[in-house]
């Protein structure tokens, strides 16, 4: 199926920051403390950590109040702010390779994706952010009486940002840009088995003239540093993606202070394939949509509805492909599949995987670990998944695609909404009717038409249901890190 694992490596790129970043200065844990962060290709510690906790926390939460108010930021002119957003963009830009190889290091993703996908996306992202700067607008409202009624966005304030391992730069991006927008400062704790490639940004972002105090990191592990930001009661909102367990928590925990809460949560997407579509085409959207980043996608099309006239025709290619993915060393430019990112998602998938088998579901290809180093798992396809079977209703976060025969039209939306989660959905046909219902009918943040896995920094993106709360890019995600102020003025 595939070629070796670690063939040699290219271009390892050297680890510049281990430190928190507080104030603009690099500094060690007040406790001391440092954490492992590990190559998962190779199971090696890349470098020990600066691992902080509340008392670091509360420290880059008062630099980030500091430069809130005293207004380097938020007050500078709107288009000054913009461009030292583009420069950020430009300066990652021109560090794009290191960057890349630094993301494959840490979280174990295909160079060939960072390069391509990853890196790409986060300067998209930024530029897009970048250009708002100035059209941050307010309306004049016609209200009763001899009055003048206008409203502003002002910038939020202190925003947590908390963030999972799947992306790891491109989270970054999605959190800081619009913040940085909006005139918000940041305290950003990154996930604790990916902290490098945002300390390297953070690095980006002193040196582009963001000025101290505006973006704060702090590495560090979920219940200690994530926590305690999310109950500081000096920041004013958390953003957070990751797991649906974990978002309970931050709400529990956010509850006292009444923070504003954006969600970014899990998924298990219906991905729906009927018999009038390019088959080709949707086997290859069917591969990318799951198997893209080894399945650790939040949209992963995970549930692959396919109608009952081209289902074996579809299991036996979509097989075949699966089969023929490379996995290996992520550095490796021809490698398509890496690690998992650490050894409790392997497990964790492993585990699904026997549970797949134990319920009778039937595995068409792979179905094990691969190799004996690294946290790799076989492309694996499973087929006549029914509804209830677990591999069918919970998140897999791993390259495990399941696969659900269906009748028609009716059936296959029931069953596709039938799930608490929302994020995203996608329909393979050629008749324009039938997408335009299916997009209408299928309750998801987002539904792709003949496409997976399109984003763009102008496309809003999040969940209904459990899926999120908010939104992030476009316009609705800006307007999440900022509050409206009404301004009436009597004119008598
Ligand atoms: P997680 O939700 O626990 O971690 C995401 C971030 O939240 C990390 O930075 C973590 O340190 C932080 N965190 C954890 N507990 C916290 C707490 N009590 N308070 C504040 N912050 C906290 O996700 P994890 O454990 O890394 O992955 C578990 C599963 O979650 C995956 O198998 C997958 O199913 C799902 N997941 C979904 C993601 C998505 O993009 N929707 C991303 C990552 C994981
Ligand atoms: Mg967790």
């Known amino acids: 199926m595939a070629t070796e694992i670690l063939d040699t490596v290219a271009d390892t790129p050297q680890v510049r920051q281990t430190q928190l970043l507080i104030d603009g200065k690099w500094v060690d844990a007040i406790s001391g403390k440092t954490f492992a962060t590990i190559n998962p290709a190779t199971e090696e510690v890349i470098a020990e950590v600066a691992e902080g906790d509340a008392a670091d926390i509360d420290l880059a939460v008062k630099a980030a109040r500091k430069a809130f108010e005293s207004g380097p930021w938020s007050k500078m002119d709107a288009r000054d702010r913009g461009r030292l957003i583009y420069r950020l963009a430009d300066l990652i830009e021109e560090n794009i390779e290191e960057l ?26 930024l530029r897009y952010y970048a250009g708002w700067a100035d059209k941050i607008e307010g309306t004049t409202i016609p209200i009763r ?7 502003r966005r002002e910038p939020l304030g ?3 940002q908390i963030i999972p391992w799947n992306f790891p730069l491109l989270m970054v991006a999605w959190k800081w840009a619009p913040a940085l927008t909006a005139g918000c400062t940041i305290v950003m704790k990154p996930a604790e088995q990916t902290p490098l490639s945002c300390l390297r940004l953070a690095e980006l972002a002193l040196e582009a003239g963001i000025p101290p105090g505006v973006i704060n990191v702090v590495p560090g592990y979920g219940p200690t540093a994530g926590a305690a930001l999310v109950k500081h009661p000096d920041v004013d909102k958390i953003a957070f993606t990751g797991e649906d367990a974990t978002a309970k928590i931050i709400m529990a ?8 809460l954006t969600f970014e949560l899990g998924g298990k997407s219906p991905n ?10 949707a086997v290859a959207g069917a591969e990318f949509g799951l198997f893209f980043n080894q399945g650790q996608c939040c949209c992963a099309g995970s549930r692959l509805f396919v109608e009952e006239s081209v289902h074996e025709e579809f299991v036996a290619k979509i097989a075949a492909k699966a089969a023929a993915r490379k996995l290996g060393n992520p550095l490796n ?14 497990e964790k998938i492993l585990s699904y995987i026997q549970k797949g088998t134990d319920a009778g579901a039937k595995c068409v290809t792979g179905g094990s670990r691969f190799g004996s180093k690294g946290y790799f798992v076989e492309p694996t396809i499973f087929d ?26 009716e059936e296959v939306v029931a069953r596709a909404n039938n799930t608490h989660f929302g994020l995203a959905a996608a329909v393979w046909t050629s008749d324009v009717k039938k997408a335009h219902l299916m997009a209408d009918r299928i309750k998801a943040g987002t539904v792709w038409v003949n496409c997976y896995d399109v984003f763009d920094a102008a496309a809003p993106f999040g969940g209904f249901k459990r899926s999120g709360i908010g939104r992030e890019l476009g316009a609705a995600g800006l307007a999440s890190y900022t509050e409206l102020k009404t301004v009436t003025m009597n004119l008598d």
């Open 158 to 160: 202190v925003a947590g």
């Open 272 to 281: 729906v394939v009927f018999a009038d579509c390019d088959l080709d085409a």
């Open 253 to 260: 925990d956010a509850a006292a202070t009444l923070k504003r």
């Open 145 to 151: 009486g001899n009055h003048f009624c206008y409203t």
């Open 384 to 409: 006549h998944v029914t509804d209830e079977m677990s591999i069918a209703t919970d998140e897999i976060f791993g390259p495990v695609l399941s696969i659900l025969p269906f009748k028609n039209m």
């Open 333 to 346: 430019p021809e490698t398509t599949q890496g690690p998992q990112v650490d050894q409790a998602q392997m």
């Open 100 to 125: 890349a190889a630094l993301e494959s290091l840490d979280n174990g993703k295909p160079i060939r994706d960072s390069r391509a996908a990853d890196l790409p996306l986060v300067i998209d992202c």
